[in-house]
Each structure stands twice: as structure tokens, then as C-alpha cells.
């Protein structure tokens, strides 16, 4: 049984921060390749980040050097942080797990990823 939860979301200003959480059960990132991906209002969603199972990460060029990827082996959950956020990072989150390596950046993430949590908004003015 797989499931995701996010959370960490929230409305900052401009050059602001949030961290993102996405808290895993029924499998550990040992075990699976993971992402997190987002979808702005009238967009199609994309590929933000990649923590893939041997610890390598990937990131979009639009977030490259603002956002961090990494996980918490202990507690099993994956984290974005987001620095010096843009009002274009506004969208909604999702984090997303896949059992087998997906390219990246993902050209379908629903059809690729088996997995996904519920998201949470973030807001930047």
C-alpha cells in the first residue's frame, strides 16, 4: 500500500523560502525513484526536481540553484526547498514515486510516475 502526503506549502513574497514535505509509507526511497513536480493555473504540470533511488538529482533550468532536493532516510520523507522564490514558481506541488528510473525532465509525469501525492499550493506574490 503506497501513499504520498505533502505539505509545507504557503504564500511568501518574492525572494522567500518554503520547504516542502513528502511523507512516504509502503515503500522507502531505497526503493524508488522520486520527484516533485508542479502545475500552475492554465499549465501543464512539469518536472521540478528528481531524487532518483541512487541518490542522483536532476532539476528544471527555471529552478536550478533556487531549489534543493533531499530526503530523510530516518523518517522517510522527501524535501524541495525553495529558495529566492519567484511569483512564476506559483503553483500547485506534487510529489511523485516511480519503482522504475523515469527519464528526466519527464515528458508525461502522470504516465510515468505510479504514484502521487494529493499536492499543496504555493503562493508567491
Known amino acids: 500500500d503506497v501513499q504520498l502526503v505533502e505539505s509545507g506549502g504557503g504564500s511568501v513574497q518574492a525572494g522567500g523560502s518554503l520547504r516542502l514535505s513528502c511523507a512516504a509509507s509502503?515503500?522507502?526511497?531505497?526503493?524508488?525513484?522520486m520527484g516533485w513536480f508542479r502545475q500552475a493555473q492554465g499549465k501543464m504540470r512539469e518536472g521540478v526536481a528528481l531524487?532518483?533511488?541512487?541518490?542522483?538529482?536532476r532539476y528544471a533550468d527555471s529552478v536550478k540553484g533556487r531549489f534543493t532536493i533531499s530526503h530523510d532516510n530516518a523518517k522517510n520523507i522527501l524535501y524541495l526547498q525553495m529558495n529566492s522564490l519567484k511569483p512564476e514558481d506559483t503553483a500547485m506541488y506534487c510529489c511523485?514515486?516511480?519503482?522504475?528510473?523515469?527519464?528526466?525532465?519527464?515528458?508525461?509525469?502522470?504516465?510515468?510516475?505510479?504514484?502521487w501525492g494529493q499536492g499543496t499550493q504555493v503562493t508567491v506574490s
Open positions: 531524487h532518483d533511488s541512487d541518490g542522483s538529482t
Open positions: 509502503g515503500y522507502t526511497y531505497s526503493t524508488m525513484h
Open positions: 511523485a514515486a516511480s519503482p522504475l528510473r523515469r527519464p528526466w525532465p519527464p515528458l508525461n509525469p502522470m504516465t510515468e510516475y505510479a504514484y
